[in-house]
Nanobody, 118 residues
Framework: QVQLVESGGGLVQAGGSLRLSCAASGRTFTSYRMGWFRQAPGKEREFVTHIMWSDGATYYADSAKGRFTISRDKAKNTVYLQMNNLKPEDTAVYYC???????????WGQGTQVTVSS
């Protein structure tokens, strides 16, 4: 059974940084992309960024460009989300996901809370 487990969330002041981790177990994702989504209170879940497991190609939502960096460590089967210059509007539950395409995400983690205080 595939599992994605996020960690690294917490409370940080505006302008601070956090690094989220997503550890994958149960299989390898050679042809998959690994993504990060977030959901703020009262809002729909939104895409943040993804990385191709095979070649490391990345894609970012406009809200993440210039501040967030996604990376992966194949040896550890782990994906990271480095978040810098955090803003209160980044406050959300962040989810890790895996899927074969941008429209299909078939594995999800349980989420980790990120709270940015002003």
């Amino acid at each position: 059974q595939v599992q994605l487990v996020e960690s690294g969330g917490g409370l940080v002041q505006a302008g601070g940084s956090l690094r989220l981790s997503c550890a994958a177990s149960g299989r390898t994702f050679t042809s998959y992309r690994m993504g990060w989504f977030r959901q703020a209170p009262g809002k729909e879940r939104e895409f943040v960024t993804h990385i191709m497991w095979s070649d490391g190609a990345t894609y970012y939502a406009d809200s993440a460009k210039g501040r967030f960096t996604i990376s992966r460590d194949k040896a550890k089967n782990t994906v990271y989300l480095q978040m810098n210059n955090l803003k209160p509007e980044d406050t959300a539950v962040y989810y890790c996901a895996a899927g074969p395409s941008m429209r299909t995400w078939d594995r999800w983690g349980q989420g980790t809370q990120v709270t940015v205080s002003s």
